[in-house]
């Protein structure tokens, strides 16, 4: 995951939405990566705090109850954005 890269375009968390959205349908997975934008945007600013939120992610993946195949999956599309830009 290219998080060092700090000269992405603001874009890269809707791509990220899009791409989650396209492999497992919108609803509730969708208000769920909204609750976890301000965590990703922080994330890739600073990358040196990326574990904490990465915890804090998990947190808020499984208090909405979502699967672990959906957590997993989730975090390789947002590496897969983060690259392409």
């Given amino acids: 995951m290219k998080l060092r ?7 890269v968390i809707d791509l ?8 497992f349908g919108g609803g ?13 945007r922080e994330m890739l600013e600073t990358p040196a705090d990326a574990p ?9 993946l499984g ?4 699967r672990l195949e959906f957590a997993l999956r989730s975090l390789e599309l947002l ?3 983060c690259s392409c830009s």
């Fill in 63 to 66: 208090v909405d109850n979502r």
């Fill in 52 to 60: 904490s939120h990465l915890v804090e992610m998990g947190f808020v």
């Fill in 79 to 81: 590496a897969e954005c």
């Fill in 5 to 11: 890269d700090r000269s992405r375009p603001p874009g």
């Fill in 16 to 23: 990220w939405i899009r791409s989650v959205e396209a492999e």
């Fill in 28 to 40: 509730e997975q969708i208000v769920t990566l909204q609750r976890l934008s301000p965590l990703v």
